[in-house]
């Protein structure tokens, strides 16, 4: 569910918004439908500042790993600009008009507590592809995001790596989701991401967490209405159970390894090896 709270009045727009350096993006990876909307969105000059796109589809043009149909874009500003989001939706469709989506448990939830998810929220169905435009608020996520540094394609900022990365782990402090445990696994096994950045990461987003809970966020059994993913990489998890089996397995070895490492320190009387809160507990899962 998007966040209910306001904007912080942050309208701050990062500087590389207006320099995006250009790149090959993987189109063939994506569905006909996505890359269609896409292609109508790299003319669209409106998509150019002020926006970031994100999320799986953004991964899946630098590195081709699963299956992305959804479009999200992030809209800098204090709320979302209608009037801009209505010129981007008038040149991105086709044939049949924009349908507004935007969950109605969501937004029952946004106006009983007397705010209007429009202003921060749209979801859009453009052409079979949803689209949506959003305006992050949470201080984590804007620290972030200020430190994009996107490739083009077109006319659409398309978030680069890292950042992607350390949404997507971020992410995990909120939700828990089949495509999401799918592509931070792609990060370790095949990005040169490491465990301990993403529990980095964790730490900043619940740092009341300690070690053994911050590790369980990422071994937590999917729901029932996981939507599943696809993958297109022959070596990667296919099922979700296969995908589960293989995460838990890295967690548990990098919290076997980091609680060795944190024990061994201890002996040592060094005390600057990270996370320290690895040494509140010594049992392995």
């Known amino acids: 569910m998007p966040n209910s709270r306001r904007s912080t009045g942050r309208s701050w727009i990062p500087s590389t918004r207006q320099s ?5 993006m993987r189109t063939s ?56 989001i209505g010129r981007i939706l008038t040149q991105l469709r086709a044939a049949e008009p924009p349908e507004l989506v935007t969950s109605l448990v969501a937004r029952q ?25 959003f305006c992050p608020d949470r201080r984590e996520e804007l620290d972030v995001l200020k430190k994009a540094a996107p490739e083009s394609h077109g006319a659409v ?36 991401r490491s465990m301990s950045e993403i529990d980095e990461v964790l730490r900043l987003k619940r740092p009341h967490y300690p070690f053994d809970s911050r590790m369980g966020l990422l071994t937590r059994p999917f729901t029932s209405f996981d939507p599943g993913f696809q993958s297109i990489e022959p070596n990667a998890p296919q099922t979700m159970a296969e995908l589960a089996e ?33 040494r509140d507990t010594s049992r392995e899962r």
Not at 20 to 24: A, P
Not at 112 to 133: R, S
Not at 168 to 190: C, G, N, P, Q, Y
Request: hydrophobic share 40%; with cysteine.
């Open 20 to 24: 995006c350096r250009g790149s090959v």
């Open 29 to 84: 990876a994506l569905p006909e439908a996505t890359r269609r909307v896409l292609e109508r969105a790299g003319r669209v000059v409106d998509l150019a500042t002020d926006h970031l796109l994100i999320g799986g589809t953004a991964m899946t043009l630098h590195v081709a790993h699963r299956v992305s149909e959804d479009l999200d874009f992030v809209q800098f500003g204090k709320e979302l600009d209608r009037a801009r």
């Open 109 to 133: 939830h946004f106006d009983n507590e007397g705010y209007d998810i429009d202003d921060v929220h749209q979801d859009w169905m453009v052409d079979g592809v949803k689209v949506t435009f």
């Open 157 to 192: 900022p398309v978030a680069d790596l890292d950042t992607i990365f350390r949404l997507k782990a971020m992410v995990v402090a909120e939700r828990w989701t089949s495509r999401d445990a799918f592509d931070l696994l792609h990060f370790v096994e095949r990005q040169g």
């Open 246 to 278: 293989r995460m838990k397995a890295t967690v548990n070895g990098y919290m076997r390894k980091t609680k060795k490492a944190a024990l061994s320190s201890v002996s040592k009387g060094m005390d600057d090896l990270p996370p320290p809160d690895a």
